[in-house]
């Protein structure tokens, strides 16, 4: 009995070695899709929204209320479709790029305080699978987070990397100028934490919400070759 009371903290504590300094480092092969005018997932996780962008601002049911997209991504766009990605502590954390093109824009934007992103009951729902509408949450506003504006054959799409609570801790591979290729790595987001989509809106979102994807392979968004 003694001794299963001295295994057990030792095999919690091995798991939790493993899961950060192992397992989040893990780097799968992934192979992208090449259809005319799709965009990628960018990161693995669940797909916490789906909304339809018009005039530079986005609904929050929760919020009853418009929100300037501006202030969400670090980036100024207009009409089209904004998706948010949570990625977990078991995703991967490598975020990839969405699609082929030219690096316009790379920017970081600071926090005074970070807030976390779910609470304790949001957390396990997410970890089960279930969605929580991140759009309306004071951390998806306020966070810490790390843009990039890539402009490919559909038009301009933007991806935003918003800290999971206490700070982003996110390695950018990108900078403007740089040609991006959809599938090639450009970040790691080394705790996890919400990946903003925004795409044109003469694409057709293929994601729903509490969809699970799959960075550099799932397809979240399409339309006809531009």
Known sequence: MRLRRLLLPIA???AAWYLRSVYRFRDPVRVPPTQ?????????GVVSFVRRTEGGKVQSDALNAALKVEDLLGAAVQNGWLMGIFVGPLDVHYVYQPVSGQVT????IGSRSNAA???PVEALSMLAGQPTDLLAGR?????ERLSAEIKGEVGQVAVTLVAPGAGLQ???YLKPGDSASAGHKAAFLAEGGL?????????????SVGERVTGAQTVIASGSHI
């Open 117 to 119: 992103l779910l609470g």
């Open 139 to 143: 951390g998806t506003l306020e966070n």
């Open 36 to 44: 005319p005018g799709a965009v990628i997932s960018p990161a693995d």
């Open 170 to 172: 996110a390695t950018s």
């Open 12 to 14: 919690a504590g091995t």
């Open 105 to 108: 824009d790379v920017q970081h």
């Open 195 to 207: 990946v903003v989509v925004h795409v044109p809106a003469e694409l057709t979102p293929q994601v």
